[in-house]
């Protein structure tokens, strides 16, 4: 069955960078669109990255713009976000996704804690 397993989170200080990585299994990852989605404390979860199947196209939530990269290997079956110059506002469980149609995998998050 479809799997997507996330890895790289941690806590960082203010200004500090994190690379979270996604591995994904039990489906055709090339044929996805792969997304990273986040949910802090008390907030709904929201949009950070998203990219298309082939890689292009990259779209990103504006808080995130310019800070933020998404991108993918399709050879490993792998998307990754790359997140520098991070802010405490980005703390929050970080979710990878893939999408195609009417079908949204999950992955089981991964806790970003930025914080001095």
């Known amino acids: 069955q479809a799997q997507l397993v996330e890895s790289g989170g941690g806590l960082v200080q203010p200004g500090g960078s994190l690379r979270l990585s996604c591995a994904a299994s039990g489906f055709t990852f090339s044929s996805y669109v792969m997304s990273w989605y986040r949910q802090a404390a008390g907030k709904e979860r929201e949009l950070v990255a998203s990219?298309?199947?082939?890689?292009?196209?990259?779209i990103y939530t504006t808080p995130v713009k310019g800070r933020f990269t998404i991108s993918r290997d399709n050879a490993k079956n792998m998307v990754c976000l790359q997140m520098n110059s991070l802010k405490p506002e980005d703390t929050a469980v970080y979710y990878c996704?893939?999408?195609?149609?009417?079908?949204?995998?999950w992955g089981q998050g991964t806790q970003v804690t930025v914080s001095s």
């Open positions: 990219i298309t199947s082939t890689g292009g196209g990259p």
């Open positions: 996704t893939a999408n195609r149609g009417s079908e949204r995998y």
